[in-house]
């Protein structure tokens, strides 16, 4: 699945909502996860090359879902 088909695949909820940051990007990883799902499902043994196809599937939603916890839900209660 391609960045576009990922971006493309997510509701727009309304932009001037609290949250509308953090749900679109729990959105896109929620994506990637996905993908990574049905590409293991379609596998019929592991490999070095699926284990790596997959590990690069994955790896930037690991720093982005710890940014969203480190600083996106780390702003002072007003």
Do not use: C
């Given at each position: ?32 996860i996905d ?44």
């Amino acid at each position: 699945m391609t960045e576009t088909e990922i971006t493309n695949n997510i509701p727009q909820p309304d932009a001037n909502w609290d949250y509308y940051e953090v749900w679109q990007s729990l959105h896109s990883i929620k994506n990637k996860i996905d993908a990574g799902l049905k590409f293991i499902a379609d596998q019929e043994k592991s490999t070095p090359a699926t284990d790596q196809e997959l590990k690069g599937m994955l790896m930037d939603t690991v720093g982005k879902l710890e940014e969203i916890i480190d600083f996106d839900l780390t702003v002072p209660f007003e």
